[in-house]
């Protein structure tokens, strides 16, 4: 079995992350008719938004709390943070909603609690927020503030899913390829990793070139595994890149045929070492002691090129 699944860990829930921050705080300036080139100054976006949240104005009061908990013009300071989410959580805003239920999940500027995790998640849930959705699901998955509850986990992931998140939807082809509280389903399990590999989700594009390497829910092609191996790998996912050493090291001689190549194997091998997959170590050294010195010294090479063109794609996980 050369190719590796990557399961959504049990243990994690997305919280407030740059990428959402980018994409509320432009949102709510726009619709608050703030020119371009205010909201491209920080000080200046900072003055505003301040301004209109000290108003009472509930999307900025979320915008402020999003930008103090994220340090985003300001230091870092979650209890800032969590005091403007509460203002806008409190007038019926669903990213405040949310944000609150991410930080009382992650004992963020509060104890953590994660019945209160759950109430103010399930406020935001229940207003169709995709991303509260699916942290509502992984709390029923891992009976967090509620008692474990599969079926329910289903519901919030399917919701948020057919939103189009790509999270959810990673996590949906895992649910089928494992059959977990519904019947294992590989064709399921495929569709719904190819929706999140085709918005470039990495998780999910490993995932499905797991399935392409296993010929599970569709036809094996090793050549289709290696090219989603790949995507997912040049964002910096670390099973994808042990999954392409793996499949360099040994090769294919069917399926289109991916050559044997013990440099660029190694080369897999020390990138997904860096990333922290420890199973890569294991691999890595069981090839040096086969390979030759001019293989050993190709593939450290070539690390060094990847890691020159990919400076921000360490340790993605």
């Not at 049990?10 to 740059?18: F, V």
């Not at 009382?104 to 609690?113: M, R």
């Not at 390829?177 to 999910?204: C, L, P, T, Y």
Request: charged letters at 20%.
């Amino acid at each position: 079995m050369f190719g590796v699944l990557k399961q959504y860990r049990d243990d994690e829930m997305r919280l407030i992350k740059l990428m959402v921050v980018v994409q509320l705080f432009t949102w709510a300036f726009t619709s608050n008719n703030v020119s371009a080139d205010s909201v491209a100054s920080p000080g200046t976006a900072l003055q505003q938004t301040k301004a209109l949240a000290e108003q009472g104005d509930a999307k900025a009061q979320s915008n402020l709390g999003l930008m103090y908990a994220n340090g985003q013009g300001v230091p870092q300071d979650y209890a800032q943070a969590m005091m403007w989410f509460r203002r806008a959580a409190d007038q019926g805003n669903a990213y405040a909603q949310g944000n609150l239920g991410s930080m009382y999940h992650n004992g963020q500027g509060v104890p953590q609690n994660y019945t209160k995790a759950m109430m103010w998640s399930r406020k935001a849930a229940d207003q169709g927020l995709a991303v509260a959705q699916s942290n509502l699901g992984l709390m029923y998955a891992n009976g967090q503030g509620v008692p474990q509850d599969y079926a329910q986990a289903l519901k919030w992931f399917r919701k948020a899913a057919d939103q189009g998140d790509a999270n959810s939807q990673n996590i949906l082809g895992t649910i089928y390829h494992e059959g977990r509280s519904v019947s294992q389903d590989n064709a399921q399990a495929v569709m719904w990793f190819r929706k999140a590999a085709d918005q470039g989700f990495a998780s999910a594009q490993n995932n499905l070139g797991y399935m392409y390497d296993q010929g599970e829910g569709v036809p094996q092609d090793k050549v289709q595994a290696l090219m989603w191996f790949r995507k997912a790998a040049d964002q910096g996912d670390a099973m994808a890149q042990y999954s392409l050493g793996l499949s360099y090291e040994f090769g294919y001689e069917f399926g289109g045929g991916v050559p044997q190549d013990n440099a660029q194997a190694l080369m897999w091998y020390l990138i997904a070492k860096t990333n922290g997959e420890t199973s890569a170590d294991n691999s890595l050294q069981q090839l040096k002691s086969l390979a030759t010195p001019a293989q050993i010294a190709e593939g450290q090479r070539r690390a060094r090129e990847w890691w020159a063109a990919h400076p921000r794609k360490i340790r993605l996980k």
